[in-house]
Nanobody, 117 residues
Framework: QVQLVESGGGLVRPGGSLRLSCAAS????????MGWYRQAPGKERELVAR???????NYADSVKGRFTISRDNAKNTVYLQMDSLKPEDTAVYYC???????????WGQGTQVTVSS
């Protein structure tokens, strides 16, 4: 099993910044891709950004140029730096880890991000 513990959510004004962290523990062998998804009320969960073991990255078009994903392999931690936040970024953000050899996904408990004036 893999445990994912998220931190860093909260309330921020439009244009502000937040940094999310997700620490992975447990049987992390073969966890090659980690990322962040989000789900707003009444909407489906969507990919925000993901990063591979070799630091290859993918971003949703809606966050390109504003969000940056990074990882510290020594700490088994992935980060999401969110800048120039907009009200439409409001959602619960979930950390994800993918064990590519089996295709198994693991999820964190979610952290609320609210962008409001």
């Amino acid at each position: 099993q893999v445990q994912l513990v998220e931190s860093g959510g909260g309330l921020v004004r439009p244009g502000g910044s937040l940094r999310l962290s997700c620490a992975a523990s447990g049987n992390i062998f073969g966890i090659n891709v980690m990322g962040w998804y989000r789900q707003a009320p009444g909407k489906e969960r969507e990919l925000v950004a993901r990063i591979s073991s070799f630091s290859g990255t993918n971003y949703a078009d809606s966050v390109k140029g504003r969000f940056t994903i990074s990882r510290d392999n020594a700490k088994n931690t992935v980060y999401l730096q969110m800048d120039s936040l907009k009200p439409e970024d409001t959602a619960v953000y979930y950390c994800n880890a993918l064990r590519t050899i089996t295709g198994t996904n693991y999820w964190g408990q979610g952290t609320q991000v609210t962008v409001s004036s």
